[in-house]
């Protein structure tokens, strides 16, 4: 039971999204087909290390909100099986939630206060705040209010705790380590004034009075240092200590002193503050923790067949004994003399080896005894220091009585052992009185056989879980219902826990919190968006439709031209396919998903009752991402025009138009960024996949402009030049093409040439 208690304790430190409070209001905000959306859950999105409520970061969290949701509301109108699931699901994800909000917000980040105590003391002191919105400043509202209320303890914690910040003596030293007396000639070199930096092999150090560290822990130090008749700085002197039974010799001088100072209180005030608040912090948590154990409503139960006996007798074979050998032994530490022996012949016979180990085995509790160990369990530790020995069991293995074994050293008393087999001893079938115990153990080291009605959690002695409830969440959180009995316990142990601590949640009225609620909700679509992708992916890799082939046929094109190379050399594309689709089969369907939910906006019917929401409405035509990614590449922002550039190539890769536009202008994105590379192999992917595009001789132009300008792939540059002139002799670009071949195999004269007298008009 204690056990279970502590695996909670870790799994408890899995913390939920977000930076909020609790309250209880829900300001609905709007309605995107049949979901409301709640000005709570954009609070929930809300990321204070993104900037404040209303940045740009931020707003592109709620956009994604937006069009999660509508995604949700299209997946239920066509899938409302997706609701009936999460109806039977979400009381096993109701505590859990509850239990996390619970740790993670009212205990951690909240101090223990409720939003209502918070939320008034951030509207009387908004001042001390710089004007923030209450959410960015959540936390360090809570902080200050436990200053607040808890000012007497706060000054007795500085009282009790000022001194560790006084600023103590300290010497600035330089050290000369000898082995010899030649550390008392370097310490009158260093009384003469001579330049430290002059001197080799010195070392220094900063010592601290009270916080000596290594050998200048050393009394002799100590007193030299800061004794009443210490060192003056400047002065040198000799040392020896005696360290390790050898003498070894310093020459030590001082350079600088710093005097005791008191500590400053307005300096080192936060710092105590902040330590405050952190032991107040620790001790709700370990409070919670000591309640978890303390908790005796809800017991992880002992699950049993119903009818033991009867089990027992259908499974014997899994209550046997664990199989032996009676042994006898001789240890020695020269393990050539113990080969000699054992190769001469003379431990052939229980006779001749117990005479051996009585006059010649060095382990005296079995010499004794003519080398006797007794009977030992196969791979436990053999007795009398000797320890484990897996080799040994091994070797044993089948064998029969007489049986004389090789010669192993035990790593615990260090001496080399040679064993004889007396007698070997059977593994046997346990009566039932025997076995009984150990039946609950053995029926649930396979979860499978255990009765999925069997009860695993009660509270107050009523069923609370059954085995069919661990299944489940071991279905949702690992993607099977069967396990290993070590994660079967922590997920039990983690039901236990969240039970426990959902109770004492809804003691603190947690449950009527807008955060819970929030994050409830948020579990919901998670959920639902969950279960329809890992479906949808599946449909499309069984029985994809004609949308998701052209999807694929273009990605797999372009992927071939970026990479395939790396992923199968020497192959052409319809060789390589099946390696290209194994590689980035995730992401296709990964981005094939996220078209899908982007297209969603555009199919529901959205009402936005507070008018400020309706202009984070998420971009969901190709278009309108690729407008916004010009605008960031004009502004300058050029990392960010990468990110959407690639956004929408790999999103709407099955309409040509856009995926022909969009790997144009990101090759000329990643140029602005400086990756050449990519921008030379998506040029090179665009005019090999659409050859007859009006735009690819731009495009072969510019990748051999890439290679030679900025790459200095000059060959390569020049191969692809050639190729273009040779594709488009009537081309505007040709001359162009021709002046750079001409400067490549000048080695760049010409350009040299050409800068030169541009230099020269200019002047």
């Given at each position: ?19 909020n409070?609790v309250?209880?209001k ?27 409520f209303s ?19 299209r ?9 009936e ?8 994800m109701e505590?859990?939630?509850?239990a996390?909000v ?8 909240s ?9 008034d ?9 710089d004007g923030a ?27 009790n ?9 300290e010497v600035?030293?330089?050290v ?8 008392v ?6 009384n ?7 001197l ?18 050393d ?44 500590a400053?209180?307005?300096e ?41 006996q ?6 014997k ?24 022996i054992?190769?001469?012949g ?6 001749s ?19 006797f160990i ?7 530790a ?25 010669i192993?050293?035990s ?8 064993f ?12 039932y ?53 070590n994660?079967?316990?922590r ?13 004492m ?7 009527h ?6 994050s ?14 890992a479906d949808l992916?599946m ?13 694929l046929d273009?990605l ?11 992923v ?41 009752f507070?008018p ?8 969901t ?8 990614a010009a ?5 300058g ?7 959407l ?11 040509d ?5 969009t790997m144009?202008?990101?090759?000329q ?34 990748r051999?402009?890439?290679l030679?300008?900025n790459?200095?792939k ?5 191969r ?32 040299d040439?050409?800068?030169k ?5 200019g002047?």
């Amino acid at each position: 039971m204690k056990r279970l208690f502590f695996v909670f304790c870790a799994l408890l430190t899995v913390s939920l999204t977000g930076c909020n409070g609790v309250g209880n209001k829900d300001t609905l905000i709007a309605r995107i087909g049949s979901e409301n959306v709640y000005q709570e859950d954009l609070n929930l999105a809300f990321n204070p290390e993104l900037g404040d409520f209303s940045s740009e970061k931020n707003m592109d969290a709620y956009g994604n909100l937006f069009d999660e949701t509508a995604f949700v509301g299209r997946i239920l109108q066509e899938n409302p099986q997706y609701e009936e699931q999460w109806k039977s699901y979400s009381p096993l994800m109701e505590k859990r939630v509850l239990a996390l909000v619970y740790q993670n917000i009212f205990i951690k980040q909240s101090l223990g206060y409720t939003e209502e105590e918070l939320r008034d003391f951030f509207d009387k002191k908004k001042d001390d705040f710089d004007g923030a919105d209450y959410l960015a400043v959540r936390s360090k509202v809570a902080e200050q209010y436990y200053l607040y209320k808890a000012k007497d303890s706060l000054e007795t914690f500085i009282r009790n705790s000022l001194h560790n910040y006084d600023v103590p003596e300290e010497v600035h030293i330089a050290v000369f380590e000898s082995d010899s007396a030649w550390a008392v000639s370097m310490a009158d070199t260093l009384n003469m004034g001579i330049p430290l930096d002059s001197l080799h092999d010195l070392h220094s150090a900063h010592v601290s009075k009270g916080r000596e560290k290594g050998f200048l822990r050393d009394s002799i130090f100590i007193r030299a240092f800061f004794s009443a008749d210490s060192m003056r700085v400047g002065e040198a002197r000799m040392f020896a200590l005696d360290r390790d039974s050898t003498v070894e010799y310093f020459a030590i001088k001082i350079v600088t002193r710093t005097p005791f100072a008191e500590a400053n209180l307005e300096e080192v005030r936060p710092t105590i503050e902040r330590n405050f608040i952190e032991k107040r912090r620790n001790f709700l948590v370990e409070d919670l923790y000591a309640q978890l154990r303390e908790n005796k409503d809800f017991v992880a139960e002992v699950v049993a067949p119903e009818n033991p006996q009867k089990f027992y007798e259908d499974h014997k074979n899994l209550f046997r004994t664990v199989p032996g050998f009676e042994l006898y032994h001789i240890g020695m530490a020269d393990s050539m003399v113990l080969d000699s022996i054992r190769s001469l012949g003379l431990l052939q016979n229980l006779d001749s080896f117990k005479n051996v180990a009585l006059s010649r085995s060095e382990v005296k509790e079995t010499a004794e005894k003519g080398g006797f160990i007794g009977k030992v369990k196969v791979d436990y530790a053999l007795p009398y220091g000797i320890g484990m020995m897996p080799e040994l069991f091994k070797e044993l293995a089948g064998k029969a009585e007489e049986y004389v074994s090789g010669i192993y050293r035990s790593s615990n008393d260090g001496l080399f052992h040679v064993f004889y087999v007396s007698a070997v001893i059977p593994s046997e079938v346990k009566p039932y009185e025997r076995a009984k115990s150990g039946i609950p153990a053995v029926y649930t080291r396979d979860f499978r056989a255990v009765d999925s009605s069997a009860v695993i959690i009660s509270r107050k002695g009523k069923p609370l879980f059954l085995e069919s409830d661990v299944r489940r969440l071991l279905q949702e959180e690992m993607g099977k219902e069967d396990s290993d009995q070590n994660t079967h316990n922590r997920m039990v142990a983690m039901m236990l826990g969240s039970s426990i601590g959902a109770e004492m949640a809804q003691k603190k009225k947690v449950d009527h919190s807008w955060y819970y609620k929030a994050s409830l909700r948020g579990a919901r679509r998670a959920f639902i968006l969950k279960h329809y992708k890992a479906d949808l992916s599946m449909k499309s890799a069984q029985v994809p439709d004609s949308s998701y082939v052209k999807y694929l046929d273009n990605l797999l094109q372009y992927d071939f031209v970026i990479g395939g190379e790396a992923v199968c050399p020497g192959k052409d594309l319809a060789s390589c396919r099946g390696e290209l689709v194994n590689k980035y089969s995730a992401n296709y369907g990964m981005n094939y998903v996220r078209m899908k939910q982007l297209e969603s906006w555009n199919k529901v019917r959205s009402s936005f009752f507070d008018p400020q929401w309706e202009t984070m409405c998420p971009k969901t035509i190709p278009q309108d991402i690729l407008d916004k990614a010009a605008e960031s590449r004009k502004s300058g922002n050029f990392e960010k025009s990468v990110k959407l550039y690639e956004i929408v190539l790999r999103t709407f890769a099955g309409e040509d138009s856009v995926f022909q536009k969009t790997m144009l202008e990101l090759a000329q994105a990643y140029a602005d960024v400086g990756r050449y590379d990519e921008s030379e192999k998506n040029y090179e992917a665009f005019y090999t996949i659409w050859p007859e595009h009006p735009e690819a001789e731009k495009a072969m132009f510019s990748r051999g402009f890439v290679l030679n300008e900025n790459l200095h792939k000059d060959k390569e540059a020049l191969r692809v030049l050639e190729a273009f002139c040779k594709k488009y002799p009537k081309s505007e670009l040709k001359e162009s093409a021709e002046w750079l071949m001409a400067d490549i195999k000048s080695s760049g004269k010409l350009a040299d040439d050409l800068m030169k007298k541009i230099d020269a008009e200019g002047n």
